[in-house]
Structures are given as structure tokens and as C-alpha cells.
């Protein structure tokens, strides 16, 4: 049989037995709709989903009520901006920061605020030679949007201490962390980060696709939605909602992947990062001249740039050898735009990948650019 090798945990992670029997059993035995009946079928539910919350503010120093589902980072990033945007006290003369590191789903909703002109101005902040953001550089902004770690670079930003200099600039800065990289391999603590908000994806951690965790600190904001599940009661015009985190889940939630992703969490807990396979990769491929590497040896990614051939034509020619990696600009043009060139290819090892399947790679690789 022919060999296929998938090493895209950055896009998305393969999925674990857990996660898939978790959820299979949960349709064939255990389905019904969350916060919506009160049958003991619909109250297992409840209690499944409660669980999952709860784990989840373990998994990231959270308390529940500060837990919120999503279907994703980009929902959730997306979800913060309609939120903040939904306050009485919005103001439409406000300033935010982001940094080249970022994704396009944790910037451009802040941009096409800024070009719709609900935004005043955007400060870029400086990235220093490793690709650190600047504390220097942070300025006395409304907003902040801090990638936690890079989808192309792969290395841990420190969070706490970003958030520490945007405060020393504006005590009310409000702070969003992108940690859809970050929650495979670093821990999350929200509290000792001081954030305001924080998203990931559970299917970047072996969870299934559609389910997202949005971290609220102030559960008394308005939320963004109205619907089915968040309200306790309305008199006439007097809406009364439920408490958080339930006012900010209007309709129906991915329960059956919300079911799976405790399981992911244990998963992606028990994960070593495959450091030594990212080594092996990458001192093999640091070798080649017609190589150039973007990130450094305790990165958790390999990104790279093969000098002889265009990024897009060298992931097809690795995808014809069964071999599935990213390339092109990974939804981060702008770190890209700053190291003035198209794309990249990236190589990023998940918790199925093997030193068998890291040689291979490294064979093909060699293959190519000989
Ligand atoms: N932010 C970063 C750093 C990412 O790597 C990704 C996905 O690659 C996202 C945000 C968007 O995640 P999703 O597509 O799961 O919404």
C-alpha cells in the first residue's frame, strides 16, 4: 500500500479512538437536545455538557460561568468583536493593536471595523528578531489581539508579559488571545495571563471539527446573540436573561462535539509535542542548501521556503508522494508579506506521527530539491 503520511497537526489534528467512540456512543445511546428538556435523557445531556465545561476551565485556569462554546477560533474571535461592539458603552473613537504574527481570523474582523471606520486607528506592534513581540513597541491601545503562538513561526509568545506592558499603558486595555496553536502544546492560564478574552479550537487538539471554547472574563457584557436557551424570561419588554455562560449561547450548541472534546483534552494532554521528531526533521533539513528554514529548532512546527520551486508545486509534489503537509500562506499573509515571500510549506508532527513517518519526509524532501 502506499504510504501516506499526514503531518498538518496545525491545520487540524487526527482524531483518537476516544473522541470517536465518545461521540459515536452519545448518538446511537445517549442523543437529545442540551438546556431544553427535562427528561432524564435530556438531563444527562445537561450534565454531559456541564462536565465538558467544566473541564475545559481546568484545562485553562477558567471557572465555568466564563466558559463559552463556540464552533471555532474564527467564531470566536469574530464573537468578541460583535460582543464588544454590542456594548452601550462602545466607542466608536477606539484605537486596537495586533502584530504580524496574527491569523487572518483573529485580525481582519478588527480591520474591516477599522475600514467600516468603527474603529479609529490600528497600531501594528513590533516583532523582534525571533519573532517576539516587541513589549516596547505595545502601545497605549483600546484593544489588543495577542497570537499566542503562530500558525508559520511556532513559538510560545509571553502572553502574560504583553498583556503586563499593554496595561502599564492603558490599565482598561482590553485583551484578546488567540491561542488556537498555543493549546496543543503550552499551558493555558487565563488568570495568571490576566486576559480579557481567549479562543482555541477543540479540533486542533483531537476534537471534533464545529466545537470552540471562548473565554470570557466579564460576564456582564450584552451579548451578540439573541435565540432559543439564553433567556430566563421576558415580561412585555423586559427581556431577563439567563446568567453567563448560558446568555451568550443562543440556540442550539455542537453538542455531540462538545460530548467529545474532554476526550481530546486528555489526549492532547498526555502528548509529549514530538520534539523528537521535530529535531530530526529539522537538522536534516537545516542541511540542505536549497532550503531556507523560517523557524527555529524548539519551534513546534517546521516552516520553510525550498529555494528551487514554488511552495504550491512543492506541496503537490509531496501530496502525490502521500505526504500531507500545509503550504501556501496559511491564513498569516502578513508574516509572510514581512518576510517578503509568498508562502511556505510547513511541516507540523501530531501525536500519530512516528520517527518512521519523519524519515520518509525527510527522504521525500531530500528527493525534491536534489
Ligand atoms: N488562529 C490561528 C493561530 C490558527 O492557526 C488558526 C487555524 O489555523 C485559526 C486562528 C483559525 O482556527 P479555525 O479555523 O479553527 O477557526
Known sequence: MKKFVYMDAAASWLKP?????SEADFLRNSYANAGRGICARAGLVDTLIDDARGKVADFIGADKENIVWTSGTTDGMNRIVNILTSQPSYAELSTFAVSDLDHHSARLPWENLFHSGKVRKEFICDLDENFNIKLDSIPKTDFLIITAMSNVMGVAQDVAGIIRAA???NPKVITIVDAAQYVAHEKIDVKKW???????SGHKIGSDTGVGVLYIRDTNLFPDKYGGGMVNRINGNNIVLNKSPEKFEAGTLPITQIVG?????DYCKNWDGGQDIIHYIYDELSKIENIKLLTVRDSVMISFVPQSMHVIDFGAMLGAKGICVRVGNMCAS???KKLNI????RVSPGPWNTM???KYVVDVIKGLVA
Not at 17 to 21: A, L, T
Not at 342 to 345: A, P
Open 194 to 200: 490576566d486576559c480579557d478574552f481567549c479562543v482555541f
Open 261 to 265: 472534546l474532554p476526550y481530546a483534552i
Open 334 to 336: 502578513w508574516i509572510h
Open 342 to 345: 509568498d508562502g511556505s510549506v
Open 167 to 169: 496595561r502599564l499603558k
Open 17 to 21: 479512538q476516544s473522541v470517536i467512540e
Open 356 to 358: 518512521d513517518d519523519a
